[in-house]
Nanobody
Framework: QVQLVETGGGLVQTGKSLRLSCIAS????????TGWFRQAPGKEREFVSA????????AYPDSVKGRFSISRDNAKNTVYLQMNRLKPEDTAVYYC????????????????????WGQGTQVTVSS
């Protein structure tokens, strides 16, 4: 089992930045790829970013490409999501997720690719 805890959410103004952290504990010796998803009120959960265990591969949807950046520090069992030039439409609960299969270079783009989920952290961007 892998436990995930997200931190770093909060209330910011349009154009500002936030950095989210996802700290893993438990069975962290396996090579899990990690993703970020978000869910706004009344909307479906959507993919935000993903990174392979070795950090060689990342992915972003067009809605955040060029503004968000994912990275990881495996020595600290932590994955980061740097969010720049935030917009009101980025307002959502952000969830960290880790794969249930071990893969050093794999990556997942859909929620069904992930087995472990954090509780989420609220990000609110005011206009």
């Amino acid at each position: 089992q892998v436990q995930l805890v997200e931190t770093g959410g909060g209330l910011v103004q349009t154009g500002k930045s936030l950095r989210l952290s996802c700290i893993a504990s438990g069975r962290t010796s396996s090579s899990h790829y990690t993703g970020w998803f978000r869910q706004a009120p009344g909307k479906e959960r959507e993919f935000v970013s993903a990174i392979s265990w070795n950090g060689a591969h990342t992915a972003y949807p067009d809605s955040v490409k060029g503004r968000f950046s994912i990275s990881r520090d495996n020595a600290k069992n932590t994955v980061y999501l740097q969010m720049n030039r935030l917009k009101p439409e980025d307002t959502a609960v952000y969830y960290c997720a880790a794969s249930g299969v071990a893969s050093e270079s794999g990556i997942g783009l859909g929620s069904t690719d992930y087995s472990y989920w954090g509780q989420g952290t609220q990000v609110t961007v005011s206009s």
